[in-house]
């Protein structure tokens, strides 16, 4: 080899060495992933070892994971999908996708033992709520400041879900305290509609959420594994779905933005159901159509377009579905997994 092509061939080699030590050190952070600008598709999950993964909505693989400090217990994506928010054992964190930097860190008040559940984002995105379980409170807190600025929002024993109507006007709370009670609230935290004792029947309630109208309040009974409609106004039943999975301790009451289809599913089934809420009719199942008890499924989320959900489970499993066709389009294998979100 003359010297002017062994100079030419160790400048070629030093280039090439160069950009691949750029590429591969480029891997590594988290812009070069997940662009600012245009937010993808991503499905997160999180669960007993203190970390956030965030995976391909295509196949489940993983993008990035964050590390949490803590484990996690549940977790909602901002509407405009620039923000995770991730309910830890006493901390409810903030995490920008973009460049994974935890822009808030919230201590919420609760109970030893008790953990940060319900989190869920205003329709805005201004605030969150969230609840801590067994004997403590409900909160909303504001997350425009790096530690959030809380507003106690119930006081009820036993705080077993809440939820945010989709105006953003109201936050409904429900307990399994013995007055069996739900309550409305405006979203400033004053009280707008309390629902106690022989209005409920005495049917404990065990999940909750708005109809898309904003006119009635959805819950899971858990005395006689219902889905009740309930009138906002007077707590009177308007509408009920009987015994639509068999069992009760439902995790998921969810209203596809086709105004007809409502997804319901337990921790203590493998069935995802579809039901017309205006005929109280079974549609169909999403996935096997075999149901298996005891299967300790413990989050589900669905996208926003309802076409897609997914669900995660104790022994690890994390599955992703086409609603329209029913079909399973991914398993992926987390450990102790217990929550689950969607940005899409």
């Not at 999940?207 to 959805?218: R, Y």
């Not at 309930?230 to 209203?255: A, E, H, N, Q």
């Amino acid at each position: 080899m003359l010297k002017s092509e062994r100079v030419l061939f160790i400048s070629v080699a030093l280039a090439v060495s160069c950009l691949l030590t750029v590429l591969l050190a480029g891997c590594g952070r988290w812009s070069n992933r997940i662009s600012p600008e245009k937010p993808i598709d991503i499905v997160a999950t999180g669960g007993k070892y203190n970390t956030i993964t965030l995976r391909n909505k295509s196949d489940g693989t993983i993008i990035k994971t964050i590390p949490n400090g803590e484990p996690i217990f549940s977790m909602d994506f901002s509407p405009d999908r620039k923000f995770l928010a991730v309910g830890g054992t006493r901390y409810l964190n903030v995490w920008r996708i973009a460049d994974g930097e935890k822009v808030c860190e919230c201590i919420v008040p609760g109970i030893t033992n008790s953990n940060v559940k319900g989190v869920k984002y205003s329709p805005d995105g201004s605030y969150i709520v969230c609840y801590r379980n067994q004997q403590s409170p409900s909160y909303k807190i504001d997350v425009s400041s790096a530690t959030g600025n809380i507003t106690l929002i119930s006081m009820e024993y036993l705080p077993i879900g809440i939820d945010v109507s989709p105006t953003g006007k109201y936050i409904a709370t429900v307990s399994t305290s013995i007055e069996h009670c739900y309550t409305v609230w405006n979203s400033d935290g004053s009280e707008y509609k309390h629902v106690v004792g022989d209005q409920f029947n005495d049917v404990k309630c065990d999940i909750i959420t708005f109809s898309p109208d904003e006119k009635s309040v959805v819950t899971g009974t858990i005395d006689d594994s219902c889905i009740q409609f309930r009138d906002m106004l007077t707590g009177k039943i308007t509408k009920k779905i009987v015994k639509p999975l068999g069992v009760p301790s439902y995790i998921c009451i969810r209203f596809l933005p086709d105004g007809r289809s409502l997804l319901v599913a337990s921790t203590q089934t493998d069935a995802l159901r579809l039901f017309d809420y205006q005929t109280q009719t079974f549609i169909r199942d999403i996935g096997p159509s075999i149901t298996i008890t005891g299967i300790n499924r413990n989050s589900v989320d669905l996208s926003a377009d309802g076409l897609y959900v997914a669900a995660s489970y104790v022994d690890g499993r994390i599955d992703f579905f086409d609603v329209n066709s029913g079909t399973l389009l991914w398993t992926q294998i987390e450990p102790c997994t217990n929550a689950v979100a969607l940005s899409f």
